[in-house]
């Protein structure tokens, strides 16, 4: 039975069959040493790796156990060994972190030295379910929820070899019936390392009361992992296809949606790419708080007036326009992709004439006749061009960031002048942008702002021979 | 606290805020107490709706007491009563299922007399969590882990009016809480009948049990949901647009998906589909065991040979060409889209000329001179069509359905003629196809088998002057 079904889950997952060696972690427990047997059997090229974690008396005969197992089946065993409590103490992990951190390790740097297609590890169908209720108790969502699965690529430790999990399916019980039909004596199971104590309380105090409950219990929870596996599958999917259509900019330290984009999705979209945006601009955070997601989610949705959101871990959003920058704090954002005036003193014209100005935009201006006014001019849909009367223009004219009392009345706006600074506001414009914004001016007065209308005081009027035409761009 | 949060769960989920009445269930219990006293305070127009379930001997004092509490704040008191017992023996019912129909029936029906704008509930967080255990223990996959949501619409009882549940993020500490400052004296909370039992072990036997484990278990498990709910309804979106790209028929008792794009999706999607699809076939099946949808899955991944998979509950999986029916045994499949014979006994045709066949499909055959022939003879890319030389042929044709022994040699089909049942298990007919479909014969000889290329015998050859043209169409 455990036989032919690992047979046929070997035959999914195995990517290249026979032709190139398997590496089978071996701890000498029943579960790999099942493993190890069946796969033996069926013919597969083997490699059995043992990582000895130093940490247990009966460690060092443990790593002789599998020498011996190996030498006996003619398949070659590779030992690993190291200082788990001082590497624990050296990068601040608990020993259960650092033992699993440096047996991955080991695994994956023999599987790559031997060329082996895959490293297949001993979990079985009760290890998915102490997973499972280990996450449910914890909290951690889908991802947790769905348990361990049977091919994991790329994962931590390898893009191209997959981790493989062939007894997935399998029960302790069948597994210790099948070691002990083909007279197999493994050393005592205390494999799994990690998170040891919890695990125990967890086999042996919680699984039994939830029994109680619900005698199947166990089945029922592999079958949850089962069915939430596939749905997280469909899941990535959505997300991706969101990611793609939401990401607006992304570099070291920083990210950009567009925050029109994210505010069309449902709240559960809208936090899982939240999540995903976190964790692009501070990988490794391993456990993004179920509050910050929802403080960012809340933003996203009613951004506050002061438009930036400090979140935990060193990081922040910032809604500029329709970006949201998901940023962290010592991260320098990009795009500065704004008109400037360069320092606080004015920048003479060339009219007719180009200026450069900073970040690439220059600013082109042009003598035109009335008659020869292009039809643009009547619905111009550029905010970076302007055209102005050229007759009540001081000449040369300059370019300035805005200074306190600078006021403004664009064409078109009814009423009085404004404040520029209200106005820049009033035109969401963003906040880091607004300090250097380039005002043009004809002596003291400004008779334009890129991106508004002309001031009205300088527009075109009936008896205006000569235009000045104005356009900002970046080259 | 608890005021301000329901405030501001209120304004966001009342459809029609203060202009319609909420018609609240009342039990007279702590939870309902407290959300009728807040509502209350907030100004909505409220009904009070309290349904006697009959079954314990306080329950005429509880309704009396909703009574009493609705004349104090001037809230108009509904109640309603039924033989909750013998419904459930009538109908085959638990008591608590019996209980909970009648119960909301009862509410949606006054909401629905009375233009409520919503019926509230007075569900918890701890409810909530609760539930979530509950589901969990079940195995009954992410639409039970998610929990109740806040607004449910269209729900069993309605399409119009929602059923809220705004005490959902509110713990029932600080609703004993609530109580007490505001003075209310609630009868003693035994509310909850459905699964009362249950309920009861979960709430003061797990539950604490979990809590040796995580103190935080129940904020956890409430985050889980809220999370999980957000997740569900991302794939209720992906699921809906999968649906409408799979599905290719369907009616009552039956549907069909195409077959290919069911394999195009991955394996949580298929199940889901067909999860989905069982539920339209049959609708009201509660739960569809997991190896159904397995077995269901299998099937569509590697279909067996005999093409059809029966599924528990009266249903089976049936693969016709691309079509993938799933059908309750005793529907008639629709779809007969092809062209069969009528009865064992030959009809003759008429050449040229027209003959009816059964389900509106015609046999059309006409005699061309050779030179006449339209291009398309070269370029037949239609299944129905086959030019026939005319002189080789004995008039009347006939069309009458295979019988065993016949044979069949299509032109350009290497080799000798092969067994007509085999050549139409090859070329895919659908089984129940098979039996009747039309071969067209010259005297004993069949000349063409609709769908296949001419018979190679009776073929157009060098020297042949006179064409008989044959095409199946249906009107």
Redesign the interface.
């Known amino acids: 039975m455990i036989f032919s079904q690992v047979d046929t889950i070997l035959q999914q997952i195995c990517p290249s069959g026979f032709k190139k060696p398997v590496l089978i972690g071996v701890s000498g427990g029943p579960d790999s040493l099942c493993l190890l047997d069946i796969a033996y059997r069926l013919g597969y090229p083997l490699i059995a790796a043992h990582f000895n974690h130093g940490l247990r008396p009966e460690a060092d005969a443990d790593a002789a156990f599998v020498d011996r197992t190996g030498a006996t089946l003619g398949v070659r065993v590779l030992q690993g060994k190291e200082d788990v409590a001082g590497y624990a103490r050296e990068h601040k992990l608990t020993i259960e972190e650092a033992a699993r951190l440096l047996r991955y390790r080991f695994l994956f740097t023999q599987a790559r030295l031997n060329s082996a297609q895959a490293v297949a590890v001993a979990h079985t169908a009760d290890d998915q379910v102490e997973t499972v209720i280990m996450h ?7 991802s947790g ?1 769905k348990g361990m699965v049977m091919v994991t690529l790329p994962n931590p430790w390898s893009q191209e070899i997959p981790l493989i999990r062939p007894l997935l399916s399998s029960w302790r019980e069948e597994i210790v019936r099948y070691c002990q039909d083909r007279r197999l004596e493994p050393v005592e199971d205390r494999t799994n390392l990690d998170t040891a104590y ?1 695990r125990n ?2 086999r042996h105090e ?1 699984i039994p ?2 029994e109680r ?2 005698p199947q ?1 166990g ?3 592999w ?2 992992a ?10 990535a ?3 991706w296809s969101a990611w793609e259509g939401c990401l607006a900019a992304q570099g070291p330290g920083y990210l950009a949606f567009h925050h029109s984009s994210l505010l069309m999705q ?4 809208q ?2 790419l939240v999540r995903r945006g976190i964790d692009r601009v501070l990988s490794g955070l391993d456990d993004i708080g ?1 509050d910050i997601i929802e403080n960012a989610v809340n933003f996203i949705n009613t951004p506050s007036k002061t438009a930036s959101l400090s979140l935990a871990a060193g990081m922040y959003l910032l809604l500029e326009g329709d970006r949201l920058w998901l940023a962290a704090w010592e991260t320098e954002l990009p795009g500065f992709d704004w008109p400037q005036a360069s320092g606080t003193s004015p920048i003479y014209l060339d009219a007719p004439g180009e200026t450069p100005l900073p970040h690439g935009w220059r600013l082109k201006t042009d003598r035109i006749a009335t008659d020869d006014l292009p039809a643009s001019f009547l619905t111009n849909l550029n905010d970076y061009q302007a055209w102005s009367s050229a007759e009540c223009l001081h000449f040369p004219l300059s370019v300035r960031p805005r200074r306190p009392g600078d006021r403004y009345q664009p064409l078109g706006m009814e009423g009085k002048s404004q404040k520029v600074s209200d106005l820049m506001i009033n035109a969401k414009l963003p906040r880091r942008a607004r300090k250097a914004w380039p005002l043009v001016c004809s002596g003291e007065d400004i008779i334009w702002i890129p991106g508004q209308p002309i001031a009205h005081r300088f527009r075109i009027q009936p008896g205006t021979r000569q235009v000045l035409y104005l356009q900002m761009y970046k080259s």
């Open positions: 449910f108790l914890r909290g951690s969502g889908l929820l919890h309380r967890l919680l009361f939830l409950f619900n219990i089945k029922v929870i079958r949850t089962q069915t939430l596996s596939g749905d997280d599958e469909i899941l999917q959505a997300v449902p709240r559960g979209m936090r899982r179920f």
